[in-house]
C-alpha cells in the first residue's frame, strides 16, 4: 500500500515538475524567460518551450498585436491666441523589441502605456501651444498631429529606446472649456436673435409695402373704374335723352301720355300705396279727363 501511494505520490511530482519547465507562447505574445530578474531569452514564435522550474526561471509574456491608448486627461491647453481649449486624442502602438521594452519601461503593457500617455500628452500641449484654435479645427491639424507624432517617435527612440512602434497619432475631438463654451452659445444665441429680429423687421416693412402698394392700386382701379362707369353712365344719359327728345319731337302728346302712364306705375307700385288728388285740377289725371282716347280723340 505504501508503495502504491509512493508511486502516485511520485508521478504527481514528475508531473508538478514538468508544468512548471513547460510553457507555451501564444501566437499573439512575446515569451520573455527571465532568470533571477534578468532576461535569459525572448521567444517571438509560438509553441511549446522550456525552462527552468522556479525559481530559477519564470515566464513573462507581453502583447505583440496593435494597442490603442485612448486620453484620459482632462485639463485644458492654451493655444497661441491664449485660448483655453480641452482635446481628446489616441495613439495605436505596439511593442515591437521586448528586450528594450522591459529594461526601459517594464513588463506589463499598462507600464508602457502610462509613460506612452505622459509623452503623448506632453507633445500635444508643445504642438498646441503654437497654433491658433482656427488651426485646430481646420485641415492644419493633419500636420499638428503629424508633428505630435514625429515628436513621440523621437522620445521612444531616444538614448534608451523602448522598443515600441508609434503607428499613429489622432485627434478624436477639439473644444473650449465648458465656462467659454457657454458664454459662445450665449453669444450665439444672441447674434440668432438680432439675425431673426433684423429678419423680422425686415418683413414687416416689406409687407407694410406691399399693403400700401396693393392699396394705392385698389384706388385707382376703383378711381378709373367709377371714372369710366360715369362716362358710359353720361354717355346712356345722352343718349337717352336723344331718344326722348326725338320721341317727343315726333309724337309730342303720346309722349306725355306715356310718361304719364310710367309716373302712375312708379306712383302706386304697391297694393298699399294711396294717392289723395284732386282730379279736376291736378295735371296728374289730364289724361284720364280727356278719356279713353290718350291722343285727345273724340
Known sequence: MNRIGLIISSFVLALALASSTLFVVDQRQFGVVLAFGQIKTVI?????????PPPFQNVSYIDKRLLTLDSTDKEPVLTAEKQRVVIDWYVRWRISEPTEYIRNVGTTENAGASQLNRVVRNAFQEEINKRTVSELLSNK??????DVKAEVISQVQGQKPWGVDVVDVRITRVDYVDAI???VYRRMEAERKRVANELRSTGAAEGEKIRADA???REVTVANAYR?????????????????ADAFGRDAQFARFYRSLEAYKSSLSKKSDLMLVD???????????DGLNPLGGK
Not at 491639424?141 to 503629424?146: H, P, S
Not at 282730379?279 to 279727363?289: A, D, I, M, N, T
Open 279 to 289: 282730379p279736376s285740377s291736378s295735371e296728374f289725371f289730364k289724361s284720364l279727363r
Open 141 to 146: 491639424r493633419e500636420g499638428l498631429m503629424e
Open 228 to 244: 369710366d362707369a360715369q362716362k358710359i353712365k353720361g354717355e346712356g344719359d345722352g343718349e337717352a335723352a336723344r331718344i326722348y
Open 44 to 52: 517571438t514564435q509560438p509553441g511549446l518551450n522550456f525552462k527552468l
Open 215 to 217: 392699396d394705392r392700386q
Open 181 to 183: 463654451t457657454e458664454s
